[in-house]
């Protein structure tokens, strides 16, 4: 009853129609994963040239959640009557949709060199709360370390593990987060060559890098992952790239 009543309130959050890619976006990061169940893709860097989304990088591999997509709550709005999962939390699926790319989180001082995009270094006082149980759900937050809630150990972000060094925010369910709709969903390192993440898109620390120093606040980066059938079907109507101008992530 509890997830009936859950997807009851994503089905109103995420239907309703709004501007899908705001007239001020520069860049898009545009992922396409050959099915929802699918735990590998593809991911392209577009900028909008003359009023046209335009590649600039080659297509290159990644990794989503293990078991594949779900609908998650972003900036699009959701196809009526689709038969397809929505995102919850635990549900080890990437969220499908268009999403607006937030802060990145680091453990470094700085950011790459050419980076010029709004960084946080983490400490030992950073959260990040994906225990829907818990004020602030799917929210990054600060705490005195000297004198930690009980709930920072399972919460806390500075873990040091190479993985999590390089974090972008991928914003679902982020304006008015919704308990249990997922959480804590980023870019990030990849663990291993074939290893899939809990929900986030993940690449080689190299491509993160070339990800971060791309990215411009000013552009206002959103971020597209679908599977190739939706992609197909959307993108006149949601203002994508072309089949044409995204054919190395669709062949």
């Keep these: 009853m509890r997830y009936l009543i ?32 699918a735990s590998t893709g593809r991911l392209q860097l577009f900028e909008k040239k003359d009023r046209e989304w335009v590649p600039v990088t080659p297509a290159w591999n990644v990794l989503y959640g293990r078991n ?7 900036v699009q709005p959701t196809p009526k009557n689709d038969p397809h999962p929505f995102k919850c939390e635990h549900d080890k699926r990437s969220p499908a949709g268009i999403f607006k790319i937030g802060k990145i ?12 995009f709004p960084f946080h270094t983490i400490s030992k006082s950073d959260a990040w709360i994906d225990d829907p149980a818990l004020p602030n759900y ?13 709930w920072f150990e399972s919460q806390r972000m500075r ?7 390089w974090l972008i925010e991928i914003r679902h369910n982020a304006e008015s987060p919704i308990a249990g709709a997922g959480s804590a969903i980023f870019f990030h390192i990849q663990r291993g060559l074939k290893i899939p993440s809990a ?3 993940v690449m080689p620390e190299p491509r993160i890098r070339n ?12 971020y597209i992952l679908l599977p190739r059938t939706e992609y197909i079907a959307l ?7 072309s089949p044409q101008s995204a054919r190395q992530l669709l062949d």
């Design 199 to 201: 929900g986030c898109t």
């Design 211 to 222: 990800l971060i120093s791309w990215l411009r606040a000013d552009a206002m980066p959103y």
């Design 159 to 165: 873990l040091d593990d190479p993985p999590h060094r």
């Design 105 to 116: 989180f680091t453990y470094d001082s700085a950011l790459p060199k050419g980076a010029d």
């Design 235 to 241: 993108w006149k109507s949601w203002g994508l790239p």
């Design 138 to 150: 799917n929210r990054h937050v600060q705490v005195n370390p000297r004198n930690p809630p009980p």
């Design 68 to 74: 594949g997509l779900a609908w998650g709550i972003g």
């Design 6 to 37: 859950l997807f009851g309130f994503l089905l109103s959050a995420i239907s309703v129609e709004a501007d899908v890619l705001s007239p001020q976006t520069k860049q898009i990061v545009v992922s396409i994963a050959p099915d929802w169940n």
